[in-house]
């Protein structure tokens, strides 16, 4: 390779890690608390059971058909209450602990929330957790699901006075959807990771998760949605990670180098 090759890999990856530096600058996590689902307030149902029977530390709502499961429990019933189960094999999530599940038929479907505190006016936040989904046993069609996700301090509704319900959101509101999943009839679609940016606009606002499926259509077949692990330590590698591999990389090629042209000038 030519000095000019080395001189323009070398500027290329360095172009690439500092990107990466940058992007992982930018943006703090979200401060979320109980992240995998796994503190209740004593007194209450273990998994897996409904969400208000279980009573997660931190989040409210959750008042539809909303579940917290225990892992290895998403094909099985539970309660009290209907904790229904999902088609399998149904794979426990990536980071562990317990997870949501979730009816995306909005006539069933509420959200979950959490207040979150402590946020700095300006700054830009990722959020990132795992989603996947299923259909309940008993049921056939092919289905799509994803999660509704809001941020602020204002409010949003679900209307149904058309064929297809939507998301009406008031005041400050800030709504991402994530990417739609197809789960084929009786089947499941796999764990992926889902990360997104808000930027904070008062010191307090407040995050929600609302299940989403079939476009919001109301026959029941009915889709069910997954989540778990919100910003929660995941099997890709943060930016900062990915620029000291760069970097890394960069550097090993650079001392090959020096080694190639040292053994070269020996020889000659």
Same mark, same amino acid.
Request: aromatic content about 12%; glycine content about 12%; charged content about 10%.
């Given at each position: 390779?030519?000095?000019?090759?080395?001189?323009?890999?070398?500027? &290329?990856?360095?172009?690439?890690?500092?990107?990466?530096?940058?992007?992982?600058?930018?943006?703090?996590?979200? #401060?979320?608390?109980?992240?995998?689902?796994?503190?209740?307030?004593?007194?209450?149902?273990?998994?897996?059971?409904?969400?208000?029977?279980?009573? @997660?530390? &931190?989040?409210?709502?959750?008042?539809?058909?909303?579940?917290?499961?225990?892992?290895?429990?998403?094909?099985?019933?539970?309660?009290?209450?209907?904790?229904? @189960?999902?088609?399998? #094999?149904?794979?426990?999530? #990536?980071?562990?602990? !317990?997870?949501?599940?979730?009816?995306? !038929?909005?006539?069933?479907?509420?959200?979950?929330?959490?207040?979150?505190?402590?946020?700095?006016?300006?700054?830009?936040?990722?959020?990132?957790?795992?989603?996947?989904?299923?259909?309940?046993? &008993?049921?056939?069609?092919?289905?799509? %699901?994803?999660?509704?996700?809001?941020?602020?301090?204002?409010?949003?509704?679900?209307?149904?006075?058309? @064929?297809?319900?939507?998301?009406?959101?008031?005041?400050?509101?800030?709504?991402?959807?994530?990417?739609?999943?197809?789960?084929?009839? &009786?089947?499941?679609?796999?764990?992926?990771?889902?990360?997104?940016?808000?930027?904070?606009?008062? /010191?307090? %606002?407040?995050?929600?998760?609302?299940?989403?499926?079939?476009?919001?259509?109301?026959?029941? %077949? #009915? =889709?069910?949605?997954?989540?778990?692990?919100?910003? /929660? =330590?995941?099997?890709? =590698?943060?930016?900062?990670?990915?620029?000291?591999?760069?970097?890394?990389?960069?550097?090993?090629?650079?001392?090959?180098?020096?080694?190639?042209?040292?053994?070269?000038?020996?020889?000659?």
């Amino acid at each position: 390779m030519k000095n000019s090759d080395y001189t323009k890999l070398a500027a &290329g990856l360095a172009a690439v890690g500092m990107s990466l530096v940058a992007s992982g600058a930018w943006a703090d996590v979200m #401060p979320v608390q109980n992240l995998t689902f796994t503190q209740f307030v004593p007194g209450n149902f273990p998994p897996k059971t409904l969400f208000t029977n279980a009573v @997660p530390v &931190g989040w409210t709502g959750g008042t539809g058909l909303i579940s917290i499961d225990a892992p290895g429990t998403a094909t099985v019933p539970g309660g009290p209450g209907n904790a229904y @189960p999902v088609y399998g #094999p149904f794979s426990d999530p #990536p980071p562990g602990g !317990n997870f949501i599940q979730a009816d995306g !038929n909005p006539t069933f479907a509420t959200s979950f929330n959490q207040v979150i505190n402590g946020l700095t006016v300006g700054t830009d936040y990722t959020l990132s957790f795992w989603q996947a989904a299923g259909q309940q046993q &008993g049921f056939t069609g092919d289905t799509t %699901e994803q999660w509704k996700v809001f941020f602020g301090t204002g409010t949003f509704s679900v209307d149904c006075s058309q @064929p297809l319900c939507t998301v009406d959101t008031t005041g400050d509101m800030t709504e991402h959807d994530t990417a739609v999943m197809d789960t084929p009839s &009786g089947g499941t679609h796999p764990w992926n990771l889902v990360s997104m940016n808000f930027v904070a606009d008062a /010191s307090s %606002e407040t995050l929600s998760f609302l299940a989403w499926g079939n476009n919001g259509a109301t026959f029941n %077949e #009915p =889709p069910t949605v997954f989540l778990a692990g919100v910003n /929660s =330590p995941s099997l890709v =590698p943060e930016p900062s990670t990915w620029a000291m591999m760069v970097l890394g990389f960069l550097g090993m090629a650079f001392v090959g180098r020096r080694q190639l042209k040292k053994r070269a000038a020996v020889t000659a």
